[in-house]
């Protein structure tokens, strides 16, 4: 479980994060859904421990990143908004190194990384350099290397950005499963779509703070309005029009 708790962050004259607490459950997939500039990433950033909130706190299983980032990253796994790969390791290398990172080794390594191949159907192009790889290919091996550990909780930056709709449909497969196997699940998106299709909970973040959380419809109820679109904008357009 992952519980945020009145989270800040200023970059200069900018402040990104201003006040951000919600909760994301055991065996829920929670959406953060914002405008682009909402801080939305700076806020996952700090839950898995890169950047240090200027106030507040982020408990990853009741440990709090900002004081035991170490113990806490290895209950998170964490896709980035940048898949980041090394282009000249092989999707296996890749993840085998980051799984080498967690403490595996051995036959245990070897079974976990063919496991997730073949779930993530990777098996065609896990042994070629990463940097001839679709978009595509890429998010999963990113995928693959954020749980190659087993973690209990998962974080995921914008996980569809720039995929085909055949890859969007199998990472928003692999999210489902992850979650139906009891893990927290949290990402951030601006795609309604996306959202809808997946999220148990949403929070709804603009201008740097938390403006609706709870259900689809829950945050439909707070707008006033009967379909999610709807509510993202009257609940932005408050929040743009605030003080």
Not at 154 to 178: F, K
Not at 208 to 221: D, I, M, N, T
Request: charged residues 25%.
């Amino acid at each position: 479980m992952l519980r945020i708790e009145g989270l800040a962050r200023r970059f200069g004259e900018v402040q990104a994060v201003a006040d951000v607490s919600f909760e994301a459950q055991d065996g829920v997939i929670t959406g953060m859904l914002g405008p682009n500039g909402a801080g939305k990433t700076t806020t996952l950033r700090m839950v898995y421990g890169l950047v240090r909130p200027d106030a507040g706190q982020a408990w990853v299983d009741g440990i709090d990143s900002a004081v035991e980032p170490l113990r806490a990253r290895r209950r998170l796994g964490v896709l980035p908004d940048s898949a980041g790969l090394y282009g000249r390791l092989t999707g296996r290398e890749n993840i085998r190194y980051f799984a080498e990172l967690n403490g595996l080794s051995g036959a245990a390594l070897q079974a976990r990384i063919a496991a997730l191949s073949t779930i993530l159907d990777l098996d065609a192009v896990i042994d070629r350099p990463a940097s001839g790889y679709s978009q595509g290919e890429r998010m999963k091996v990113a995928i693959a290397r954020a749980i190659v550990h087993d973690p209990p909780n998962i974080v995921l930056d914008e996980p569809t950005n720039g995929l085909d709709v055949m890859s969007t449909r199998a990472m928003r497969d692999c999210i489902r499963t992850l979650a139906a196997q009891g893990r927290c699940v949290l990402f951030s998106s601006h795609q309604m779509a996306e959202v809808e299709a997946l999220c148990d909970r949403l929070v709804l973040i603009a201008r740097g703070r938390v403006v609706a959380q709870g259900s689809p419809a829950e945050v439909c109820e707070q707008a006033g309005v009967g379909r999610l679109e709807e509510a993202f904008v009257v609940l932005v357009g408050r929040a743009e029009v605030g003080p």
